[in-house]
């Protein structure tokens, strides 16, 4: 996640895995009750998606987000 991320906790239930998508890289969490969060840098700053989105849909919503 790079300098200065945080440590998050999960359940034991929880699948988390990173995809790297054009240069970023996004750590993906699928918890239970189909909610899926989704956590990246990009230019120095931490974001986090939480929804209830299928995985790709969650990580498109991500890549369309622009630091300003």
Known sequence: ????????????????????LEGVEYMVAELRYGIVNVRWTKENKLFELTCNLPVEEALSTAQSVDPY
């Not at 300098?3 to 999960?10: C, F, I, L, R």
């Open 1 to 20: 996640m790079g300098k200065g991320a945080t440590d998050v906790g999960y359940g034991s239930d929880a699948e988390v895995y990173f995809r790297r």
